[in-house]
């Protein structure tokens, strides 16, 4: 009996079709059957139906089986398609990379072109909060992510720099922006779940904080704090913040990029 039952298992895993790893279907390059049963769905479909859920509702709001609400299916069919969620997040930032706008750099000086980058992928994580919070370490390395990697290091061709120095300014300048992107997601989160904008919880709580917060006790909190709720009109602008960290971070890689 076990080795009947052997038997059947070997015959059955020998004909299944194998499921495409990430890389194959960053590239589209497994086989094709692979890709699930030709019913007017595709890899692109169902990755186009999870950015546009996560941009409604939030990463976590993807799952198999909303997604195949949204897309009419049955939960199931959909892993013919995409093995799982960590492949089908990969997917869905590949695809962003490779639609993204990309700045013309060439010619410019290279605050200009690095200031350019950095505006781009901001827009892009704006445009798509969860994607600034869903991008790893470690990044997809498909044909959107290759594109967007090889124009943002031609900002910094030509300066100097080696190789690895290259790729490190690179790094430094979009973690910056990235934690730029998440501080003003989180931002518009707070300020959506308030239902107040900035200026209406100020006038809201203001009373009560003139009260509380004792220029006696903290001088230079009352001081600073109400001189930027003046400029901002806001506790926190996230755009300004954006402005003034790029500038911060383009004048901490002049040395590198200036040296003699």
Known sequence: MYKFRDRIFRVTAATETPKPNLLELLWRAGPEASRGPRKGLTVDA??????????RE???AVTVRRLAQELGRAPMTLYTYVPGKTELVALMLDSLFAAMDRTPVDGLPWRERLAAVARDAYALYRDHPWAAAASPSRPPLGPGQ???YEHELRALEGLGLGDVEMDDALAHLLG???IAAQDAAQADAERAASAMSDHEWWEANGPLLAKVLDPAVFPTAVRVGQAAGEAHDAAYDAEH?????L???LDGLAPLIERP
Do not use: Y
């Not at 169902?46 to 941009?55: E, G, R």
């Not at 913040?241 to 960290?245: C, M, T, V």
């Open 46 to 55: 169902v990755v186009a139906a999870a950015v546009d859920l996560a941009d």
């Open 58 to 60: 939030g990463l976590e």
């Open 146 to 148: 290759c594109a967007k």
């Open 176 to 178: 910056f922006v990235r």
């Open 241 to 245: 913040a954006f402005r003034f960290g």
């Open 247 to 249: 500038d911060r971070t």
